[in-house]
């Protein structure tokens, strides 16, 4: 790698890390304020519970993309190769995060009964997910040959 790829990691590492911490908002978020209405019956306890799931999957995925990029900042520090393997797993560990905090809202949305617009959210992040299917499945192939130019493990 690059010094300037490294910087693009170490770069990466940062938004991994604040998409991380805004996750965590999010779950102190949807703690605070639709607890008390689980608690109360009011809201489905298996939307919710799986909600709650999904924000610490998007979460860890997050912090998984940070840990990943930080060993592919590293430099000379660790093998070339090593360093191509760790960045394109912290783009799929990001990629899953920030589709997973995509789905987010619509799944609050539905907690709430808002059931047309969430509705018309989980058509967008459908939309998005295909766009996601077919153009991210080129990238994560581009990147591979790319690391086997390098002498990598693509």
């Given at each position: 790698?690059?010094?300037?790829?490294?910087?693009l990691?170490?770069?990466?590492?940062?938004r991994?890390?604040?998409?991380?911490?805004?996750?965590?908002?999010?779950?102190?978020?949807?703690?605070?304020?639709?607890y008390?209405?689980?608690a109360?019956?009011e809201?489905?306890a298996?939307?919710?519970?799986?909600?709650?799931?999904?924000?610490?999957?998007?979460?860890f995925?997050?912090?998984?993309?940070?840990l990943?990029?930080?060993?592919?900042?590293?430099?000379?520090?660790?093998?070339?190769?090593?360093?191509?393997?760790?960045?394109?797993?912290?783009?799929?560990?990001?990629?899953?995060?920030?589709?997973?905090?995509?789905?987010?809202?619509?799944?609050?949305?539905?907690?709430?009964?808002l059931?047309?617009?969430g509705?018309?959210?989980?058509?967008?992040?459908?939309?998005y997910?295909?766009?996601?299917?077919?153009?991210?499945?080129?990238?994560?192939?581009?990147?591979?040959s790319?690391?086997?130019?390098?002498?990598?493990?693509?």
């Open positions: 790698m690059t010094s300037i790829e490294e910087e990691a170490a770069t990466n590492v940062n991994s890390y604040s998409l991380g911490a805004s996750s965590i908002a999010i779950f102190t978020f949807l703690l605070f304020f639709l008390p209405r689980f109360s019956g809201i489905d298996m939307l919710f519970q799986a909600t709650i799931v999904i924000m610490g999957v998007t979460t995925c997050f912090v998984f993309a940070s990943y990029y930080f060993g592919s900042s590293l430099g000379d520090r660790i093998p070339a190769a090593d360093r191509v393997v760790y960045y394109r797993r912290g783009d799929q560990f990001w990629l899953l995060g920030y589709t997973l905090l995509f789905l987010l809202p619509c799944l609050i949305l539905f907690l709430v009964k059931v047309a617009v509705a018309a959210w989980f058509a967008l992040w459908l939309l997910l295909l766009f996601v299917l077919r153009y991210f499945t080129r990238i994560q192939l581009a990147q591979a790319r690391g086997a130019r390098i002498g990598g493990r693509a």
